[in-house]
């Protein structure tokens, strides 16, 4: 999984449902515009304008359905349920607390990316893929 993990967040559950009423009356993309805007580092630049743009220009019932969708998903409890290696990587603000993760899931392995945001998949492949072809070596 790539940033992030379900949210077990706590604040940041309640900040997707105490966002609901605002990105449904959002007609001028603002504050989606913002919040997407919110996922990327100062430094990250692949495909930024191109993603705030395609993910802010959606219907305004749909996107707050998501944040709704997001906010009721129990990840925790699923993340109980896993019984498989998972590996969970992180941008470098990451939504969870790995220990939290961990706790949840004893078979998961944490890897966090240094220096990209939420899309550090395409920010820093270079850290991303290693991650993922360790933790195949490791677990195949």
């Given at each position: ?19 609901y009423?605002?990105?449904?009356a ?7 515009k ?8 100062a ?25 709704l ?13 896993v ?13 969870n607390?790995?220990s939290?993760?961990?706790?949840l899931?004893?078979t ?25 072809e ?7």
């Amino acid at each position: 999984m790539t940033d992030p993990a379900p949210i077990t967040n706590a604040a940041v559950k309640q900040f997707f449902r105490d966002s609901y009423d605002t990105c449904l009356a959002d007609h001028d993309r603002s504050w989606r515009k913002g919040f997407v805007t919110g996922m990327f580092m100062a430094t990250d630049t692949v495909r930024r304008a191109e993603i705030i743009e395609v993910m802010s220009s959606g219907r305004t019932d749909i996107a707050a359905a998501l944040l709704l969708a997001m906010a009721d998903f129990d990840g925790a409890t699923a993340l109980t349920k896993v019984s498989v290696p998972v590996l969970a990587i992180g941008s470098a603000a990451p939504t969870n607390a790995s220990s939290d993760l961990t706790e949840l899931c004893s078979t998961m392995t944490i890897g966090q990316t240094v220096g990209a945001g939420h899309f550090n998949h395409l920010e820093v492949p270079e850290q991303v893929n290693p991650m993922i072809e360790r933790f195949l070596a490791i677990t195949m």
